[in-house]
């Protein structure tokens, strides 16, 4: 069985799910998940999670996201990007360089966004976009989202009705982009929707580490797919680490707390550290520093156990 992360340079017109059903077909293993759904139409990076990496993904960095986006001007749709429906035009869209400019800075750095209907995102148990697609429309609470930065690529002059240009956003996680775009349609007075979208990067995982479906079906059967995982303890790179003394790798193996002073030269009071098998560099589980009175101790909140 494979251990470790992938990164899917996901196509367009597959969701993510499909993405993690193929993937089980071609590599004959059932524990494969993702972290970062991608809608349908986007591309690029999905982080993908193999065997008992899928058990890493809430320590991973994945805080920081980076796209390229398209935005078309003068059109608004109800999905908010080019699969929905036209649902308002500015025929007479005509807008400077340094007007957009000035609309981006007004949605840069800590702002808050309303979750779009056509999204996963629950309520009351029911998933947005299930409601919309019956044509229901539920107030939803605008969420804080971070833009970092919002860079235009190759800008023009001006900007006319259904043209486009091309934006790289750096953003947190959680943040939609196809809202940030509609929103900023709106701020133009224009409308406004997103053409394509490619994930760039999202925390230290990046496309150009990616590899397409057809080649992992090509490395699987050549044998050579393991130059292409990244092992958990590399994924969990911003971690510190311990190695385990061999008494200490049994308990913590099978749930037990392990002394901190035995290993407190190694790391500063971090709240977790990843635990790693001397000699092999296997992380076998994520401590967390316990504090009391009396004592201190790591506790293992998560054991991997690679079989």
């Known amino acids: 069985m494979w251990h470790g992360i992938l990164i899917i340079n996901k196509e367009r017109g597959l969701t993510s799910h499909q993405v993690i059903a193929k993937l089980r077909r071609i590599l004959k293993q059932t524990e494969i998940g993702h972290t970062g759904t991608l809608d349908p139409e986007a591309e690029g990076v999905l982080v993908v999670g193999l065997g008992q990496a899928t058990r890493s993904f809430s320590f991973l960095d994945e805080a920081i996201k980076v796209y390229r986006a398209e935005i078309i001007l003068g059109q608004r749709t109800d999905t908010q990007d080019a699969s929905g429906k036209v649902i308002a035009e500015h025929h007479e869209t005509n807008l400077a360089i340094e007007t957009i400019d000035r609309a981006v800075m007004e949605l840069t750095g800590d702002i808050r966004q309303i979750p779009p209907m056509y999204s996963a995102v629950k309520i009351n148990g029911q998933k947005l976009y299930e409601l919309a ?175």
């Open 133 to 307: 697609r019956r044509g229901e429309q539920v107030e939803r609470k605008a969420r804080p989202v971070t833009v970092y930065n919002w860079t235009i690529e190759e800008p023009k002059p001006n900007y006319g009705f259904r043209e486009s240009f091309v934006s790289v956003i750096t953003c947190s996680k959680g943040t939609y982009i196809r809202t940030l775009i509609d929103d900023l349609g709106e701020k133009l007075g224009c409308g406004g929707h997103m053409g394509r979208l490619l994930r760039l990067e999202s925390g230290i995982f990046r496309l150009d580490q990616g590899v397409t479906l057809e080649q992992v079906s090509e490395m699987a059967e050549a044998g050579s797919l393991n130059r292409r995982i990244i092992s958990i303890t590399e994924a969990l790179n911003h971690l510190s680490s311990i190695y385990l003394e061999p008494a200490d790798l049994t308990k913590v193996i099978n749930g037990g707390k392990i002394s901190f002073y035995k290993y407190n030269k190694s790391v500063s009071t971090e709240a977790l550290v990843k635990a790693l098998e001397t000699g092999t560099d296997k992380t076998v589980a994520i401590l967390k520093l316990m504090d009391n009175e009396s004592n201190r101790y790591w506790q293992p909140v998560k054991v991997f156990r690679y079989g």
